[in-house]
């Protein structure tokens, strides 16, 4: 049974940082695409980044570049979230997702496995 599980959410002022994890178990192997995605209150869920098997590349949808890093350590079966900069539109809960695919997208339907989320909130 796959599980996917985030943490490191909490509530941030403007300006801040906040680092998140997602640790995968159950997967049969390491060579999953990683994605996060996040859904604020009365929003369609919405992209934010993905990184490859290896962790060799990387895509971010363009509101977080410059401000997050996703990176991942397969030795850990974990995903991280790295957030600098936060503003209060970033505030969301925040989910991971494995998609099989070797080609990153965007698209949350190629995505097989989801977890249940984190929130996020930062305050002006």
């Known amino acids: 049974q796959v599980q996917l599980v985030e943490s490191g959410g909490g509530l941030v002022q403007a300006g801040g940082s906040l680092r998140l994890s997602c640790v995968a178990s159950g997967l049969t192997s390491s060579r999953y695409s990683m994605g996060w995605f996040r859904q604020a209150p009365g929003k369609e869920r919405e992209f934010v980044t993905a990184?490859?098997?290896?962790?060799?590349?990387?895509y971010y949808t363009d509101d977080v570049k410059g401000r997050f890093t996703i990176s991942r350590d397969n030795a850990k079966n974990t995903v991280y979230l790295q957030m600098n900069s936060l503003k209060p539109e970033d505030t969301a809960v925040y989910s991971c997702a494995a998609d099989p695919g070797m080609v990153l997208t965007k698209n949350r339907y190629r995505y097989n496995y989801w977890g249940q989320g984190t929130q996020v909130t930062v305050s002006s």
């Open positions: 990184i490859n098997w290896n962790g060799g590349s990387t």
